[in-house]
C-alpha cells in the first residue's frame, strides 16, 4: 500500500520526458537512493565532522511520523576531535521519494545532489529545504499559507488555512519567528498563530479596538495600540500569552516604537497630538512630547540613537531622544506627510508624501533635508531592500523603485518602476496598515501585496515585471510575510527546519556542504496517517449551490451540500456532528449554524442574513478533525434586488 502511495504520488509529479532524459544523460536521475539511514535518525562521521540526523512530528514528537503532518527535521554537526559542535555552516538539502526496492546507492545519492545544485529547469525535488511558504493576511479573518514553488502543472498549492476570530487590523512576527500576533479591533483581541504548525494558539483579550502591534527586539513584549475608552497600549507576555499591563497614554490612533536596546517605547495619541514616552523597565509612562499637528509616523535609527517623529499636519519631522527625554532638533518639510521608514543601516529617513506627490530623504547625522524626490500616484507606503526603496502609490499600480546607492550623492536619483496588477490600492474596498511588501528569501526578490487585483506578486531586482503571482483562493490578502522554511541554525551546531511531509512511506534527504565538502543522504520513513486517504480528506464534499450564488436580501438562503466517506470509498457520511460557520466580508456578523441531516449523506442549513456583501460558507465536522479551515467553502452573494429565494 505504502509504495502504491509513493508511485502514485511520483506519477502525479512526474517529469516531462525530454526533461527526464535530459537528467539521465547527466548522470541523474530524479529519484534516487539514500546512502545510509534510519527510520525517524541515524549518523554518519567523514573527515572529522560528525552528522546526527533525526525527523519528528511537530505536534506528536513522541510518535511515528505520519503522512501530512509537519516535521522538525534535525542536522547536528559535531567535530569528532573534540566533541564540540560545529558553527556556521550553511547546509543545503532536499527531500525525495524513494521507489519500492531502492538499495542504497552512494553515486546515485551524488548524483541527485548535483543536479538539483545545478539548477536544472523543471527537475525540482518533492520537498525543497532551500525554500519558504508565503503566509497572506487576507481582508476577511483566514491566513492563508501559499508554497510559491511552482509545480510541473503550473500551479502553486494553498498547503493550509488558519481561521481567525476576528478581521485583521495589523500583524507582527515573534523575534524568534515561530509566531505572528494579529490585532482584531472587532473581537478586542490579539490571536497568537504558530508558524511551525500554522494554528490558532490562544487569542487574548487586550481592550477595545487594537490597531497597531510590533514586538520589541527581545521578544518578550507585544505592545498593542488600542483606541477604545481607555486609549493607550496594551503589553502582551508573548511567553505567557498574557496581558502584562495596559498603559492610558492619550486619544486617537497609535503609532508604536520600541528601542533596539529594549529600554524605552514610544506611543503616539493622534487626537491629543502628543507621543508618550514608557519605560520598559517598569512598564510606566514618563512624560509626553507634544506635537504641534498630527503625529502619523515614528522612526528610529540605530545611527543617532534618535527617534523621529512626522507631523502631517506641519511637515515637520521632530528628532528625540529618549534617554534624555528631550527633543534634540526639527527637520522641515512640507505638510502632507505619511509613513517614515528609516533605511537598515540607520543613516537616511524617508518620509512619503502622498499630497505633494513625493518622498522626502533626511541625513539623520545632520538632522537635515537632502533630497525630495518625486513619485506620482499618491506614493503612501515604502521599504527598503538592500539596493533599493520601494514605494506604493494609492492611485497607481505601478511600485517605484529608488536606488540607495544614490542617497547622499549629487548624481540624480535611479528610479525604476513595475507594474504590480492592474488596479491601484486605492481600488480595493480593504487596505490596512501592514506593510504590502515581504522580502522573500533570496536578498534581491520582494513579494508585493496588490489587495484591488487579490493577489501577491513575486518580483526580482533587475526585471522589468514580476516573475509570477499567487492567487488569493478566493480571499482578498491585504498584506504577506514569509515562513522561512530554509535550514537554519538553531543551537550552537544544530541545524534545524520545519517542512510538511505530504504521502507516507520512504523517503531520503539528501545533505550537502560546502566547506567542508560533504555530500550525504539520509533514509527515514512517513507512516500512514489514518485522517488521509489517498490525497484526500476523510470527506469529501459536493455543494447543491454554486459559489458566488445570488441570495435576496431579508430572505431566507438554503443551502444543501453533501459529504461522502472517502473510507469507505465514497459512501455516504452518516455521522450527525456537522457543522457550519458563516461571515460576511471581511469577518463580520459570524454565526455558527446547526445543520439538519437529510438522509444518504445530504445536510442542510438555513440562514437569513441581514446586510448585503458576500457571506462566507465554511462546513465543519470536529469528530474527524475537520475544522472550519479544511474543507471547501462557498460564498453567497447577498443583494437587495436578487430575484427569486434561496441560494441558486
Known amino acids: ?205 487586550v481592550g477595545e479596538r487594537p490597531t497597531r502591534i510590533t514586538v520589541q527586539a527581545d521578544g518578550r513584549y507585544a505592545w498593542v495600540g488600542t483606541t477604545g475608552a481607555k486609549p493607550g497600549v496594551t503589553v502582551l507576555d508573548t511567553e505567557k500569552m498574557n496581558v502584562k499591563a495596559h498603559i492610558e497614554t492619550g486619544r486617537g490612533h497609535h503609532e508604536l516604537l520600541v528601542t533596539p536596546d529594549n529600554r524605552h517605547a514610544l506611543v503616539s495619541n493622534r487626537d491629543d497630538r502628543t507621543v508618550s514616552l514608557i519605560n520598559v523597565r517598569n512598564l510606566k509612562k514618563t512624560m509626553d512630547f507634544p506635537v504641534r499637528g498630527t503625529p502619523i509616523s515614528l522612526a528610529w535609527s540605530p545611527l543617532s540613537k534618535a527617534a523621529y517623529v512626522a507631523d502631517g499636519e506641519t511637515g515637520e519631522v521632530l528628532v528625540l531622544d529618549p534617554a534624555t527625554g528631550k527633543q534634540r532638533a526639527t527637520i522641515e518639510l512640507e505638510p502632507g506627510l505619511g509613513p517614515m521608514r528609516v533605511t537598515p543601516d540607520g543613516r537616511y529617513g524617508f518620509v512619503v508624501n502622498p499630497v505633494k506627490n513625493a518622498v522626502f530623504v533626511f541625513d539623520t547625522a545632520t538632522d537635515r533635508q537632502i533630497h525630495r524626490i518625486d513619485i506620482e500616484g499618491e506614493p503612501f507606503q515604502i521599504v527598503f531592500s538592500r539596493s533599493f526603496g520601494y514605494v506604493r502609490g494609492l492611485k497607481t499600480p505601478k511600485v517605484s523603485m529608488i536606488r540607495l546607492a544614490d542617497i547622499g550623492g549629487q548624481a540624480p536619483i535611479t528610479i525604476n518602476e513595475f507594474e504590480a496588477g492592474e488596479r491601484a490600492p486605492k481600488d480595493s474596498p480593504t487596505l490596512l496598515p501592514a506593510d504590502l511588501f515581504a522580502p522573500a528569501v533570496t536578498e534581491a526578490a520582494t513579494l508585493v501585496v496588490s489587495p484591488a487585483d487579490a493577489n501577491v506578486f513575486y518580483y526580482m531586482e533587475g526585471m522589468n515585471a514580476p516573475m509570477g503571482s499567487f492567487g488569493s483562493y478566493g480571499h482578498r490578502p491585504v498584506s504577506a510575510m514569509v515562513a522561512d522554511r530554509t535550514i537554519k541554525e538553531a543551537e550552537p551546531g544544530e541545524y534545524v527546519s520545519v517542512v510538511k511531509i505530504p504521502v507516507e512511506g520512504k523517503f531520503q534527504l539528501i545533505l550537502t556542504l560546502d566547506s567542508p565538502q560533504m555530500i550525504e543522504c539520509f533514509e527515514f520513513d512517513a507512516a500512514v496517517n489514518p485522517m488521509l486517504a489517498r490525497d484526500e480528506l476523510p470527506l469529501r464534499i459536493a455543494f447543491d449551490s454554486r459559489s458566488g450564488a445570488l441570495v435576496p436580501l431579508g430572505q431566507s438562503a438554503k443551502v444543501q451540500f453533501t459529504l461522502h466517506d472517502t473510507a469507505r470509498g465514497g459512501a455516504p457520511y452518516t455521522g450527525k456532528d456537522v457543522r457550519v460557520l458563516t461571515f460576511r466580508a471581511p469577518g463580520q456578523d459570524r454565526q455558527e449554524h446547526t445543520v439538519k441531516a437529510l438522509g444518504d449523506g445530504k445536510f442542510e442549513f438555513s440562514f437569513t442574513p441581514d446586510e448585503t456583501g458576500a457571506y462566507y460558507v465554511y462546513p465543519a465536522v470536529p469528530a474527524l478533525g475537520l475544522d472550519y479551515a479544511k474543507l471547501p467553502f462557498i460564498t453567497l452573494v447577498v443583494q437587495e434586488t436578487a430575484a427569486g429565494g434561496g441560494a441558486r
Open 1 to 205: 500500500m505504502q509504495a502504491e502511495r509513493v508511485s502514485d504520488w511520483v506519477r502525479k509529479a512526474a517529469l516531462p520526458a525530454a526533461l527526464i532524459l535530459a537528467a539521465a544523460a547527466l548522470g541523474a536521475f530524479f529519484l534516487l537512493r539514500p546512502d545510509s539511514g534510519a527510520v525517524r535518525g541515524s549518523s554518519v562521521s567523514r573527515d572529522g565532522l560528525k552528522v546526527d540526523f533525526a525527523i519528528t512530528s511537530v505536534m506528536e514528537p513522541d510518535q511515528p511520523l505520519k503522512a501530512g503532518e509537519m516535521a522538525r527535521i534535525s542536522l547536528k554537526f559535531t567535530d569528532t576531535n573534540t566533541g564540540k559542535p560545529v558553527t556556521g555552516l550553511l547546509p543545503a538539502a532536499w527531500i525525495d521519494p524513494l521507489r519500492a526496492g531502492d538499495a542504497p546507492e552512494k553515486e546515485a545519492c551524488r548524483s541527485a545532489a548535483a543536479t538539483y545544485l545545478s539548477g536544472y529547469v523543471g527537475v525540482r525535488p518533492m520537498i525543497d529545504l532551500n525554500s519558504y511558504y508565503i503566509v497572506v493576511l487576507n481582508a476577511d479573518p483566514t491566513i492563508a499559507v501559499i508554497d510559491p514553488i511552482i509545480g510541473v502543472r503550473g500551479i502553486t498549492k494553498l498547503l493550509t488555512q488558519v481561521i481567525l476570530p476576528g478581521p485583521p487590523e495589523d500583524w507582527a512576527r515573534s523575534a524568534d519567528e515561530k509566531q505572528v500576533y494579529v490585532a482584531m479591533p472587532a473581537v478586542d483581541g490579539v490571536s497568537f498563530v504558530d508558524l511551525d504548525t500554522f494554528r490558532l494558539i490562544d487569542t487574548v483579550k
